[in-house]
């Protein structure tokens, strides 16, 4: 049974720096790409970033560039989140979401269809 799952998320003020993690039982986990995804109250599941299986590349949707970090450690099958400079449209659940092992260097995986196992999520809420 493959679970991931996230923490670190909490009530925050704007301009203040959260780091996510997601641990996760999955044995493929160094051979998978990873991704942060968030949904808002009311709004579609929404592309935050992804990183390839050994860290190499990582993708930003572009309001967090500059801001957010994504990172992972393989021999932990943890992935992370750090957010700098928060603002109030960040506030959504966060999930993360493992693809089945891919060793393509270059693919972006913006879309939630290209994963395979979500985790519940991790609420983060930044109050103005």
């Known amino acids: 049974q493959v679970q991931l799952v996230e923490s670190g998320g909490g009530l925050v003020q704007a301009g203040d720096s959260l780091r996510l993690s997601c641990a996760a039982s999955l044995r493929t986990f160094n051979r998978s790409p990873m991704g942060w995804f968030r949904q808002a109250s009311g709004k579609a599941r929404e592309f935050v970033a992804s990183?390839?299986?050994?860290?190499?590349?990582?993708w930003y949707l572009d309001s967090v560039k500059g801001r957010f970090i994504i990172s992972r450690d393989n021999a932990k099958n943890t992935l992370y989140l750090q957010m700098y400079s928060l603002k109030p449209e960040d506030t959504a659940v966060y999930l993360c979401?493992?693809?089945?092992?891919?060793?393509?260097?270059?693919?972006?995986?913006?879309?939630?269809?290209?994963?395979?196992?979500w985790g519940q999520g991790t609420q983060v809420t930044v109050s103005s």
């Open positions: 979401a493992a693809r089945r092992p891919d060793l393509s260097p270059g693919a972006r995986y913006d879309d939630a269809d290209e994963y395979d196992y």
């Open positions: 990183i390839s299986w050994n860290g190499g590349n990582t």
